[in-house]
C-alpha cells in the first residue's frame, strides 16, 4: 500500500543560515502512529511546518496521499489536521462555534453532524455551549485537538501534545489519541517525554541536528537496543564485592545489598546462572531477585550519543 506521506531529500536552511532540515527520507503508513523525538532545535516542528505548508522547503518533497505540499497544496492540506504548542483559542467563542469555524476555513460545507462525532468523542460535546475560557486546562486541549480535526482530515499532526500537563492530563490526552488511531487517523507527534512515545508509538523515528538518524518499529528498537537489569538482593550487606567478581561488570548499591548487573537480551547466555553460582559460591545468599528493561530514554540518549 503507498504510504501517506512520503518525504524524499526534505531540506530547510531559514535565511539566518540555519540548517533545520538535511536530507530527510521518510515514508508514513496510514494509520500509524509515529512518534519523532529530538533535543530542542532538532528539526521537528519545522517538518511540520512544511509538511502542513506554513513553512517553504528548499530543497527535497513532501506528498501527502500523492499530492505535492507545493504545487497542490490544497488538496494536500485539506487531509491534515494539526495542534499545535501553544494554546491559541478565542476565549469567549463557544465550543461549537470554535470548530465550526475551523472547518470553514477549510472550505467545507457545515456539517453540525460530523462535528458532533468529533466532539463526542474527545468528551466535549456536553461542553458545546460552553465559552472556551470556561473549560479546564484539559478540555482546552482537547478543543484544539477537536479544531484540528473540524474539517475531516486523515492525517494528524500534534506538536508536543502533552508539553507542560500532569500526569492524569497526559494520560487522558493518551486515551484521546488511541481512540483517533481506532478510527484510522493517521497520527504524527512530536514529544520530549520518552514514555509518550513509549506508550503510543507504532514507530519512532529521532532527530538530532535536522538529520532523521533512524526511523524504526518501537518494539524492535527496544528489543535491539533496550538491555534488562538484573537486581539481585542479598540477604546480608556486604562492604565490597569478592575480587573475583570483578569483572562481571556489577554495581554494589551504597546499602551494601543491592547488585545491578546489566545483560543483553540477545547474547546466547545471560550470563545470570553464571552470577548467581558465583554468588552462592562466594557465600553470599541471595533473598531477592528482579529484573527490569531498560527505558526508551535510555536507548534514545545512547543512539543520539553514539550517532553525533
Ligand atoms: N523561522 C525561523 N528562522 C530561523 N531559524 C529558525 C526558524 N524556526 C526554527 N529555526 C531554527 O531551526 C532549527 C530547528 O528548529 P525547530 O523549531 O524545527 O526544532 P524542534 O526540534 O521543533 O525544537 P523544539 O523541540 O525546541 O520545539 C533551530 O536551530 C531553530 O533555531
Redesign the pocket.
Known sequence: MRPIIEVRDLS?T???G????SGVTLDIAGGEILALL????????????ITCGL?TPTGGSVSVDGHDIVRDYRAARSLIGLVP?EITLEFFETVMNTVRFSRGLFGKAPDDAYLETVLRALALWDKRDAKLRELSGGMKRRVLIAKALAHGPRILFL??PTAGVDVNLRREMWEVVRGLKKQGVTIIL?T?YLEEAEEMADRVGI?DK?RLLLVRDKTELMHEFGQKILTVELTDPVAALPAPLAGLGLDLGADGRTVRFRYDTHADRSGIARLLAEFSGHGLAVRDLSTEQTSLEEVFLRLVRDMA
Request: proline share 4%; charged share 15%; no cysteine.
Open positions: 530547510k531559514y535565511a539566518s540555519t540548517h533545520a532540515l529530538g533535543p530542542n532545535g532538532a528539526g521537528k516542528t519545522t517538518f511540520i511546518s513553512v504548542q506538536d508536543e512530536t520530549h532527530i535536522g
